[in-house]
C-alpha cells in the first residue's frame, strides 16, 4: 500500500515559511472508517482507490507520498480578549488539492495527535465532536450556506480520557477553501511584522480575491470583498437559526466559511437571547447577538490591516473606519432577501420588513420552532395540514398577521415555489444530533448518525422515511439544550 498520491500541492508552506510549523501525524492503533464522503471524493476528483485506502489515509496512519504535513499558527481574541499564540492543536494540514471545479482546497486532519501548538492537550478529538462537526458542516453545505467540509471520520481505536469520562477517539478529515482567518492576520499585527502581515496579505488576495489586486487599493478592496461576505454569511446562519457558538476571531474564516464546529446549536423555538455553548456564561455569542459580534471582529480585521491600508495613520484609520460602515447595509440587505424568500416573495414592497419582523416576534412570543413556524406558513400557502395551523387559527394577533400574510403573497407570481425552496424542513436538531452522538460514544452504533445524515443533507425535501428528523425528538425533556467545547 506504499506510495500513494493525493495530488497535494503546498503553495501556503511554500509562501509564508513563518506561518505554521512541521507536524506529522500520530498513527492511529486500529483504524476503522465510520463515514466517508463519496460525492465530495468526487469533487476532489479522486477516484476509487483513495476510498479503499480511506481508513488509513485519513487517521494519519498512511502518509501520502506528497503530503506536507504543517500546523498552522495564528492568534485571536477569544471571548474579547486577545491571545497573542493560538496555532493548530488538533488539526494538520496535510496540502492543497485543486478540485475538478480548478478550486483550491486545504485538505486538513483534525485529531491526528500532537502538534507544537497543543500546549497541554492531547492533539486528538472524541468521536462525538467529529460525528456532530460531520453531521453540522454537511448540513450547512446543503442548506447553501458556505461552510467547511467533512470528508471522513475515522474511528482511532484509542480511548481518550475527557471531562465527561473514557470516550473513543477519531480523526474528521476537513475540506475548506482555506484555514486561514482574522487570527491569522493579528498574530502579525500584534508584533508589529508588517512584512510577515504583508506576505499573509497577499498571499490571501492571490488564493481568494485575485480581483482585489487589480483595485487602486487592493487591500481595502479586499477587505470590503470580506466584510461583504462575512455579512452574507451571518445572514445565512440567522435564516437558519444557527448559533456558532464561539465566534472567536480565531475561528472566523477570511474566505467566508463557517469554520469551527465546535459548541454550536440549531433553535428550536424561536429567540434572539439563545445560547448553548457551556463556556459562553454572559451570553456573548447568543444567537441575536451574531451579527453585530461578525462586525467586531471585522473591526478586529480592519485593525490589523491598518498598516497596509495607507501608510499614514489617520488616513488608514478613516479608510477602515468607511469600509466597516459598509457591513450592516449588506448584511440588512442579505438578511431582507433571506427573509422575504422564507415568506414565499419574490418581489419587493414597502412593508415587507414590518411584515417579517411582526412574524418573528409573533414566533417568539408564543416560543414557537422557527423551522417549523415557516414550514407552516408554506403548508398554508398550498392549503396543506400543519400541526400549527390549529392553534395559530385560535389566536387573533396570529390571524390577522396571517391575513396581511395572505393578501401580500396574494401579488406573487409564484410563492408556493419560494416558500418551499426558502425554508428547509430538516435541520440537524439538537435532540436528534445527541442520539446519534451518544450512540457512537456509548455502543459504537453508526446507524443513528447515518440515518440523521442522509436526513440533514437533503433539507428541502419532503421524504417520508425523514420526517421524524423534522421536529425534535419526542423524548427530548425540556431541560435546557447544552453544548460543550469540541473537544
Ligand atoms: P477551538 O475551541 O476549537 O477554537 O480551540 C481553541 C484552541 O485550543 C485551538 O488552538 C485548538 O487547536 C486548541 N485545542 C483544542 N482542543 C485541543 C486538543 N485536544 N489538543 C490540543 N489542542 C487543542
Ligand atoms: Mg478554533
Redesign the pocket.
Known amino acids: 500500500m506504499a506510495g500513494v498520491r493525493l495530488g497535494l500541492s503546498h503553495s501556503l508552506a511554500a509562501a509564508l515559511t513563518e506561518q505554521y510549523a512541521q507536524a506529522e501525524p500520530t498513527p492511529a492503533p486500529r483504524p476503522y472508517l465510520v463515514a466517508f464522503n463519496a460525492t465530495l471524493a468526487t469533487e476532489l476528483g479522486w477516484d476509487a482507490a483513495v476510498a479503499t485506502d480511506a481508513a488509513m489515509l485519513f487517521s494519519g496512519n498512511q502518509r501520502p507520498e506528497d503530503a506536507y504535513p504543517i500546523a498552522l499558527a495564528y492568534a485571536g481574541h477569544q471571548f474579547g480578549n486577545f491571545v497573542p499564540l ?6 494538520i494540514l496535510l496540502g492543497e488539492r485543486i478540485t475538478t471545479a480548478q478550486q483550491r482546497v486545504d485538505i486538513q486532519l483534525k485529531g491526528a495527535g ?1 502538534t507544537p ?3 497541554g ?5 472524541a468521536i462525538g465532536p467529529v460525528l456532530r462537526e460531520y453531521l453540522i458542516s454537511e448540513a450547512m453545505h446543503a442548506l447553501g450556506i458556505p461552510t467547511t467540509r467533512a470528508l471522513a471520520a475515522v474511528l482511532t481505536g484509542e480511548t481518550l480520557h475527557r471531562p465527561q469520562g473514557r470516550v473513543p477517539g477519531a480523526v474528521l478529515t476537513r475540506v475548506a477553501q482555506s484555514h486561514l482567518r482574522i487570527g491569522s492576520l493579528q498574530l502579525w499585527a500584534a508584533q508589529g511584522d508588517t512584512v510577515r502581515l504583508r506576505a499573509l496579505a497577499d498571499y490571501a488576495i492571490d488564493r481568494h480575491d485575485p480581483a482585489a489586486r487589480a483595485e487602486a487599493n487592493p487591500y481595502l478592496a479586499w477587505l470590503n470583498r470580506v466584510i461583504e461576505r462575512s455579512a452574507h454569511l451571518v445572514a445565512g446562519w440567522q435564516a437558519v437559526g444557527f448559533v456558532h457558538g ?1 465566534m ?1 476571531t ?2 472566523t474564516s477570511l474566505a467566508g466559511e463557517t469554520l ?1 464546529y ?1 459548541p454550536c446549536a440549531f433553535l428550536d423555538a424561536y429567540d434572539p437571547r439563545a445560547v448553548f455553548s457551556s463556556i459562553d456564561r454572559g451570553g456573548r455569542y447568543a444567537f441575536g447577538n451574531q451579527p453585530a459580534l461578525m462586525h467586531w471582529n471585522l473591526a478586529r480585521l480592519a485593525e490589523a490591516l491598518l498598516p497596509l491600508l495607507d501608510p499614514e495613520p489617520s488616513r488608514a484609520t478613516n479608510l477602515a473606519y468607511a469600509a466597516l460602515d459598509t457591513f450592516v447595509p449588506h448584511y440588512e440587505q442579505a438578511w431582507r432577501a433571506r427573509f422575504a424568500a422564507k415568506l414565499g416573495l419574490s418581489t419587493r414592497q414597502d412593508g415587507d420588513e414590518p411584515l417579517i419582523r411582526e412574524f418573528l416576534s409573533r414566533l417568539e412570543q408564543g416560543g414557537i420552532d422557527f423551522t417549523q413556524g415557516f414550514c407552516a406558513l408554506h403548508a398554508i400557502a398550498s392549503d396543506r395540514p400543519h400541526p400549527f395551523r390549529e392553534s395559530w387559527a385560535r389566536s387573533a394577533q396570529m390571524q390577522a398577521w396571517l391575513n396581511r400574510w395572505q393578501a401580500r403573497i396574494a401579488q406573487e407570481p409564484d410563492p408556493v415555489a419560494r416558500l418551499a425552496a426558502s425554508n428547509p424542513r430538516i435541520i440537524p436538531r439538537n435532540g436528534w444530533v445527541e442520539h446519534a452522538v451518544h450512540a457512537a460514544t456509548e455502543r459504537l452504533d453508526f446507524a443513528p448518525f447515518h440515518a440523521l445524515l442522509a436526513a440533514v443533507t437533503a433539507p428541502f425535501q419532503d421524504h417520508p422515511a425523514h420526517a421524524r428528523y423534522a421536529w425534535p425528538p419526542p423524548d427530548q425533556g425540556s431541560a435546557p439544550f447544552v453544548t460543550f ?3
Not at 493560538?86 to 488539526?91: K, V
Not at 492537550?121 to 478529538?125: E, K, P, T
Open positions: 493560538l496555532g493548530d492543536g488538533r488539526a500532537r501548538f497543543s500546549r492537550g492531547d492533539g486528538r478529538a464561539v472567536n480565531d475561528n469551527d465546535g467545547c469540541g473537544t
